[in-house]
């Protein structure tokens, strides 16, 4: 169930999904921040796919970055051990 899947794959689900997310929200408001939920969902696989096509990212711990943040439409990835400044901005 869980295996990897392609970035093409990905993306026509993240499609499909927020499709969904903005009738849910246009019908029925209140129950459409249930659906927002999957977003990380999503997001957990796209890394664990990233992951396993990139192998590690962080020079000092030899792990794979993670989501962190968002600012001004970039995302930042970065080193999950605690204090380590490790990381890039992705658009």
Not at 6 to 20: K, P, Q, Y
Not at 35 to 60: I, K, N, V
Not at 62 to 74: A, I, L, P
Request: proline letters at 4%; glycine letters at 10%; charged letters at 20%.
């Amino acid at each position: 169930m869980f295996s990897g899947l392609t970035t093409g794959e990905l993306n026509i689900l993240n499609f499909h999904l927020t499709s969904g997310w903005y009738k849910q929200d246009a019908v029925y408001p209140a129950l459409s921040e249930q659906w927002w939920e999957t977003s990380w969902l999503l997001r957990d696989l796209h890394t664990a796919h990233m992951a396993h096509l990139a192998g590690p990212d962080c020079p000092d711990h030899g792990t794979v970055f993670e989501y962190q943040r968002s600012e001004g439409g970039q995302e930042f990835w970065g080193c999950p051990a605690d204090g380590c400044k490790q990381g890039r901005w992705v658009s």
